[in-house]
Nanobody
Framework: VQLQASGGGLVQAGGSLRLSCAAS????????MGWYRQVPLNKRDLVAD???????NYADSMKDRFTISRDIAKNTMYLEMNSLKPEDTAVYYC?????????WGQGTQVTVSS
């Protein structure tokens, strides 16, 4: 399975972006999918994830601003990001988990200017 993340870019503080993560195959069977983000020299931090059953989980600093969703028919997961802040600047990675297997997308850069 390959994951292709897209939708990043440059946005002003307070703006919005929608990230997409398109899978090369069906996402129906994944145990979970989600988004992590990483800034240079830091580890990847969880942004949000969604289980096969549709339960969502968010990092505390993002739960009121970001929304994770998926379209099973399109084999695509989304991250709607609103009220963006400069500290949201990072490379955003999508991932999927199936059993002991993890799949990662290539990352998409999000830059929020003040």
């Amino acid at each position: 399975v390959q994951l292709q993340a897209s939708g990043g870019g440059l946005v002003q503080a307070g703006g919005s972006l929608r990230l997409s993560c398109a899978a090369s195959g069906s996402i129906r069977s994944f145990d979970a999918m989600g988004w992590y983000r990483q800034v240079p020299l830091n580890k990847r931090d969880l942004v949000a994830d969604i289980t096969r059953g549709g339960r969502t989980n968010y990092a505390d600093s993002m739960k009121d601003r970001f929304t994770i969703s998926r379209d099973i028919a399109k084999n695509t997961m989304y991250l709607e990001m609103n009220s963006l802040k400069p500290e949201d600047t990072a490379v955003y990675y999508c991932y999927a988990k199936f059993g002991v297997w993890e799949y990662w997308g290539q990352g998409t850069q999000v830059t929020v200017s003040s």
